[in-house]
């Protein structure tokens, strides 16, 4: 009962382009969104619980671009890069107190910048097709939003993350065999941190799964 339902208005433009041989393929969009209503977990700070509140609203613009070439037989790299600009345009208050919960301009709590780097190759092994595949996530620093209810300095910044993942196989027929490795590079990116409970000196952190290596039939 402490919150509604929230409620969307989007509106986007965008176009595609592409050789006629197919080896070069470029697609942009932009868009605007306007949110009413959003549902947020607001934290009592004095007890460690929290409740869902309907916070104001928000808007958020941004674009992005794509782009996949083939520069030779069988390979094909790709890259994307999207940015967002998301603020709050009301300032909300509640509680018994009144108090602030969220301001106009405060930016939501997402990264304004998102880069994606992937290339595939594809060869003939035999009689058989054998692929060979990696790619690389990128997401900028931004800053969670404090609360009257939470305002530590020390869990707010949510810094940049870098993911890279591989992948090959061979398909055999309708059968597919595959080693994979997920994070590569073992990233111990902060993707959340909060307080283990009120006046702890401790922390929750919540971070990718470790490297990750395995066999994956299909």
């Known amino acids: 009962p402490t919150y509604n339902s929230d409620s969307v208005w989007s509106y986007e433009s965008g176009g595609k382009q592409g050789t006629r041989d197919g080896r070069l393929n470029a697609q942009a969009s932009a868009f605007l969104i306007d949110w009413k209503d959003i549902q947020q977990t607001v934290p009592l700070f004095q007890c460690g619980f929290a409740y869902t ?85 990128y997401a900028s620093a931004y800053e969670r939003l404090p609360t009257a209810f939470n305002t530590d300095t020390t869990i707010m910044h949510a810094g940049s993350t870098h993911f890279v993942s591989g992948r090959t196989g061979i398909n055999v027929g309708q059968v597919q065999a595959a080693i994979f490795v997920d994070n590569v590079l073992n990233s111990k990116d902060d993707l959340f941190r909060t307080r283990d409970s009120v006046g702890s000196d401790d922390y929750r952190w919540i971070g990718f799964r470790p490297r990750t290596v395995g066999i994956e039939p299909e």
């Not at 709050?88 to 018994?96: E, L």
């Not at 709590?109 to 594809?122: F, I, K, L």
Request: no cysteine.
């Open 53 to 137: 509140a309907n916070l104001g609203k928000a808007r958020s613009k941004g674009f992005d671009l794509q782009l996949a070439v083939q520069p030779v037989d069988g390979l094909t790299l790709r890259g994307s890069v999207a940015y967002t600009d998301a603020h709050y345009t009301r300032t909300v208050t509640g509680g018994s107190t009144n108090a602030v919960l969220v301001t106009k301009g405060d930016e939501l709590p997402t990264p304004p910048w998102q880069v994606r780097v992937s290339g595939a190759y594809e060869f003939a092994m035999g009689e058989n097709n054998a692929f060979v595949q990696a790619s690389y996530d």
